[in-house]
C-alpha cells in the first residue's frame, strides 16, 4: 500500500542514526519552509485585522476593535503590537470587567520585556483605572525611565505630565509637587512644554511655580499673550497686585479681546487703588482711601441685608443677625473715621479697616463673592490675613 | 547490529595504506557499534520519535488553523449560514473517508495507543497517522466540537511504531514504542511535557515503569522544542493574576469539586450510552452521522453560541478573563457537553481533551460566578474558578487525577493555586469514580470488545504482601558454628523437620531432622554445620514484598526466611509454599 513506509534495510546503528538525523533535518527544513509561508501569509492577514482594529479604536468603537484585534492575534499569536493594542481597546473599552484580561496581556507581555516603555505606560494606566495609586505611580516611573521606539524625550515628558495629572486628580498633592519639581528642572527651552507645565503649577496651585514657568516661556518670546495673562493671573493669585497689573496690562496691549485678563487687572487695579495699606501713599491718601473703603462697606452690608431679607432696623432681637452686629460695629467705630487726620493713635486705620474687612467676608459668605471694589476690598482683607499668619 | 563496510582503498593518500586506512575505518565502525547497545539506542531513538513527532504536530496544527481560516473565517459571528453549513458538508467528506480510506482512525485515538501497547505488539499502521492527520484536521478545523490533542498523540504513536517496526529491534521494544511516540505527540500538543508523560503513564502504559520513562521524557522534551522553535513558547492560556488566599475557601473549590464531578459523570455517561446505539444503527447511517453532528454542532452556533465549536481555546481564555456572564458560562458548559457527545459518537476522529478543558473552564467560571453572589467575600476572581474547573473536568472525566494537577500548572505557571485545584480535582475524581465505575477510556475500549488494563485498577487492586503469608518464627533455630550432633540432639524432640541455620557472618540456610541424624549415623557429628551444609545460602524476602515475589522460592525451598531490612539478621518469620497457597486461597498438593 502507498501509504507503508519501506523497509529500512541497514542494520547498523549508526547508519540508522546517520539516516535518521538526514531525516529530522530534511523535515526541519521542509516544516521550516511551511511555517515561514504559513506565518507570512497569517502576518498579512494578521496586519490588515489589525490595521482596521486601529481605526475602529480611534473612531471610539471598541467592541470592533476588540473583535479585530483578537482575530489579529488568531494570525499572529506572539505580536506584541496586536496585545498591546488589544490591551488597550480593552482597558478603554468602559467595561470595568475587561480590565482582568488587559492586565494579563499587559503582564505577560510586561514579563518579557520589563523595560518597554509602552507596556509600562499601559499597565499604569490599567493601574490607574483600578485606582491602585502606588502601582500607577511604579509603572509611570518605569515607562519615563524605560526604553521607547521614537522620540523618546517627549514621550517621557509627556507620561510625566500625565502621572502629574493623575496625581492632581488623586489629590496626592506632594508627590505630585515633587514630580512637578523634577519637570520643571528637566524641560526644553520650547514655549509649549514651558505653558503646559505652568498650567500644571497653576492646576497644583503653586503660582509661585506657574509664574517662573511663564517668565521661562517670556524669555524665549516676549509678546507670547497666554505666558502675558497667564503670568499675570499667577502673580494676581499670588496677591503681588503691582507685578500682575504689569503682566495683564501687557497681555492686553498683546489681545485685547482677552476678556479675563481685562476682568483681572481691572480688579487688580481696584485693589491697588483701594489699598490703604499700600507703601508709598501720603496719609492724606491713606485717610481718603479709609473713609472711601469704610463707605462702600456699609452700601456693602445694606445691599446684602436687603438681599438676605434682613432688616438693619430691627433690634432686640434674642438672636441678631451677624449683619446687625456688623452694623453695630460699623456705627461704633463711624465716629472715629473723623479723628483719623487728627489723632496720633496709630491703631485706628486698623481698626477702622478691619470692620471693613469683616463686613467684606461676611457678606461674601451670605451674599455670594462680590464684584468691583467688594471684590478688591475682600482680596486686601485676605491678603492681610494671610500677612499676618 | 554488525556491519561489514569494505572500503576501497584510495590512491590518493601519500601517508596512509590502502590496508591501514581500512584497518581504522573498520577500527572506529566497531567502535561506534559497541556504543549503540540496544538500550543507548532505545534512548536516542526517543529524541528522533519526538522530533518526528513534534514535526508532524507542527503540520497538523498548521492544517487545522489553515482549515479554520479557510472555511470559518478567523472570527466565526452569529447568524451566519456557514456555521452549519461548513461543518455538515465537513462531515460528509470526513465519514467517506474513516469508512472507505481510513478505518482505523475513528474516535480519539488513546485507546487504539492502548490497544497497539497491549495487544498489537506496538502495532499502528502508518495509514492511521495519515489518515488521523487529514480527517482530524477537517473534522476540527471545520468546527466539530473536537480536539486536537489525542489525534497527536495517535499521530506521535502511528510515527514511533512505524518507525520501531522498521528499524527491527527487539519486540519488547517495538511495543513501546507507540508510548513513546503518544507522548511526543500530546506533549507537543499541549506545550506541556510533563502532563503529557504523567497521562502517557497513567492512562496509556497503565503502569509506573522504570524501563520506559527514560524514553517517555525524552520524546516529550524533544517535540515540546520543536514545536517551541517553530510556533514560540507562548502558554497556551494567558492566565489572569491568581492567588488564593484564605484557607477557608477551599470549600468553594471543593463544591466546584463536586459539582464538576457530577458533570463529569453526566458526560461521560451521555458518551458511554449513546456510542454503541448510533454504533448499532445500519452501516448507511454512519455517512450521515458526523455531517448531522455538524449540523448541531452549527445549529448551537447559529443560534448564539459559537464558542463551542474546534477546539475553543479563545474562548477558554475569555473565560478565564472574566469575560462571560456566569449564566452564559453554564449554558456554554452544557451546550459543550452535548456538542462533544454528539460530535465523538458519530465516529468523527477527534479528541475530548480540549472539550473537556473548556467544559471545566466555563463550567468553574459559572460556579465561581455563583459563589460570588452568595459570598462575595471570596478573592478568587471568575479567571481562577475556571482555571481550577479545567482540572476538575480532566481528573473527573479522564480519570487521571495527577495529569490533571500537573496540566493545570503547565498552563498556568501559576503555582499559588495547586491547593485549590488538588482539592477539587480530588473531590471531583472521587464523586467521578462513585458513580461511573469505568472510566471512559476503558468503557470506550470494552465497547469496542477490547480489555485493557488501567491503573485505576491496578490501584484499587487488593495487593498482598509477603507478611500476609508470613509463619511466625521456630523455637529452633541452629548455627553454622554448632557441630551436627549436638544439633542432631537439639531437634530429636522438635515437631517441626525443617531447621533454619543461621550463617556466619550473615545469611540463612536449610537442614532438615533426617539429614542431621543420617550425618550423625555416618560420623561426621564431630563438623559443624557449616561444614555440611549445601551453599549457596538461603535467598531471603522482606515482609513488604508482594507475595508474587515469594512464588518463585517456595518451590525450591521448604522454608523461606524472611528478614527485616533495617537489620537483615533479624528474622521477622519464614514462608513456605502452603503459607503462599493458603494465602491465595488454593489448597496445597500435599493438604
Known sequence: MWWRLPKLVPRSGPVILLILTLGAVAGFAAVSHLVVRYNANQQSRGRKLYASGLTAASSGRYDAAIDAFRAALTCDPANSQYQLSLARALRDSGDPSRLDEAESYLVALWQRTPQDAAVNLALARVAAHRGSIDDAIGYYHNAMYGVWKSDADANRNSVQIELIQYLLKKNARAQADSELIALATALPRDPAAHLQAASLFVEAEDYAGALAQYEDVLRLQSNNAAALAGAGAAAYRMGNYTLAQRYLRNALAVNLEDRDSRQLLETAELVLRSNPFRSYISDAERNRRIAADFARAETRLTACAAQAGVSLDATGSSSPSPLLRLQAQWNAVKPDLRQLQSSTETDLPDTIMDVVFQIERRTATMCGRPQGVDLALLLISEQREAATQ | MSSNPTVPASPESPTQTPIVRVHIRQRLFSTLEGVFNEEVFFLILSVFIGIFSGLAVVCFRLAIDWTHLALLGPLPQTHSWRLFAVPAIAGLVVAALVLHVFPGIRGSGVNQTKSALYIFNGFIPFRTAVGKFFCSAIAIGSGQSLGP??????????????????????????????????????????????????????????????????????????????????????????????????????????????????????????????????????????????????????????????????AGYDSMDQAMHGQYAWKFLAMLAVLKIVATTVSFVSGTPGGMFAPTLFIGAMLGGAVGGVEHIFFPQLTGSTGTYALVGMGVLFAGFLRVPMTSVFMVLEVSGNYEIIVPVIVANTVSYLVARSFQEIPIFDLLTRQDGLVLPSLEEEREENILHVEDAMLPVSKTILNAQDYVDTSARRVQDSSESVFLVRLHPSGWNLITREQLQRLDREGKGELTLASVLPSPPLPSLYPDLPLDSALRYVNAYALVPVVNRADFHRLEGVISRDSVLHKYGSPSEGS
Open chain 2, 149 to 310: 490533542e489525542d489525534p497527536s498523540l495517535q499521530i506521535g504513536a502511528s510515527i514511533a511504531s512505524a518507525l520501531g517496526r522498521h528499524l527491527q529491534i527487539s519486540r519488547e521494544k517495538v511495543r513501546l514504542m507507540a508510548p513513546v511516540g503518544a507522548a511526543a505527540g500530546l506533549a507537543a500538543a499541549f506545550n506541556a511535557p510533563i502532563s503529557a508523560v504523567l497521562f502517557v503513564i497513567e492512562e496509556v502504559i497503565g503502569r509506573w515503569s522504570a524501563g520506559i520513562l527514560g524514553s517517555v521524557v525524552l520524546s516529550a522534551v524533544a517535540s515540546v522544542v520543536i514545536v517551541r522553535s517553530f510556533l514560540g513558547s507562548e502558554p497556551l492560556f494567558h492566565i489572569p493574576v491568581t492567588a488564593f488566599k484564605r484557607p477557608s475557601e477551599l470549600l468553594a473549590y471543593a463544591a466546584l469539586g463536586l459539582i464538576g464531578g457530577f458533570a463529569s459523570v453526566a458526560f461521560a455517561k451521555s458518551v458511554g450510552a449513546l456510542r454503541p446505539r448510533l454504533k448499532a444503527l445500519p452501516r448507511w447511517t454512519q455517512y450521515l452521522q458526523p455531517a448531522v453532528a455538524g449540523l448541531l454542532v452549527g445549529l448551537i452556533a447559529f443560534l448564539g453560541a459559537p464558542q463551542v465549536m474546534g
